[in-house]
Antibody, heavy 124, light 108 residues
Framework: EVQLVESGGDLVQPGGSLRLSCTAS????????MTWVRQAPGKGLELVAN????????FYVDSVKGRFITSRDNAKNSLFLQMNSLRAEDTAVYYC?????????????????WGKGTAVTVSS | DIQMTQSPSSLSASVGDRVNITCRAS??????LNWYQKKPGKAPKLLIY???ILQSGVPSRFSGSGSGTDFTLTISSLQPDDFATYYC??????????FGQGTKVEIK
């Protein structure tokens, strides 16, 4: 069964750090980019970060640049999100997702596998 | 960044109703547009990709249309399991993917 399982969410004080993990199973992890998406309470979905198959290319949304770092361990089928200098506005459920692609006249990416999410609360 | 705007933000409908949700991009995104369903406490679920291709396993009452800047998600006959929030998402920008703000479908 294709599956993503996140862990590491917790209550942390403003300015603190947290490391989220996502373990993949049921598919060839090294074939895929991987993505972090979050949903703050009462808000919509927001892409946080993308990382290429070999980790050589990464993208971050502006609001987390310089504070969050995504990485992966392909030997362990694992994805990570190191979150530093946390702010109240980082409070959210964080999902890891697998972007698949189909080629028509270009590569069309879409997130077809999602984890159940892990909750991060930043509060004093 | 490409901004995605959905309308309406919420709607009330009855079982059996035809429902249309619109998504507009701030610039042309060709057909690089996906639709997701989100229920409270659950992971998002992919419904439609590349504007109109139905994801495997998704009921055929869901359909997508549009290209350029204007897109529509249609539910042909609303079912009890369809009450949820729906999001569009563009994948035109390399890696800088953005979502619409969501449309909540509620029971009338």
């Amino acid at each position: 069964e294709v599956q993503l399982v996140e862990s590491g969410g917790d209550l942390v004080q403003p300015g603190g750090s947290l490391r989220l993990s996502c373990t993949a199973s049921g598919f060839t992890f090294t074939n895929y980019w991987m993505t972090w998406v979050r949903q703050a309470p009462g808000k919509g979905l927001e892409l946080v970060a993308n990382i290429k198959q070999d980790g050589s290319e990464k993208f971050y949304v502006d609001s987390v640049k310089g504070r969050f770092i995504t990485s992966r361990d392909n030997a362990k089928n694992s994805l990570f999100l190191q979150m530093n200098s946390l702010r109240a506005e980082d409070t959210a459920v964080y999902y890891c997702a697998r972007p698949s692609s189909s080629y028509f006249y270009g590569y069309f990416y879409y997130m077809d596998v999602w984890g159940k999410g892990t909750a991060v609360t930043v509060s004093s | 960044d490409i901004q995605m705007t959905q309308s309406p933000s919420s709607l009330s409908a009855s079982v059996g109703d035809r429902v249309n949700i619109t998504c507009r991009a701030s610039q042309s995104i060709n057909r690089y547009l996906n639709w997701y369903q989100k229920k409270p406490g659950k992971a998002p679920k992919l419904l439609i990709y590349a504007a109109s291709i139905l994801q495997s396993g998704v009921p055929s009452r869901f359909s997508g249309s549009g290209s350029g800047t204007d897109f529509t998600l249609t539910i042909s006959s609303l079912q009890p399991d369809d009450f949820a929030t729906y999001y569009c998402q563009q994948s035109y920008s390399t890696l800088a993917w953005t979502f619409g703000q969501g449309t909540k479908v509620e029971i009338k």
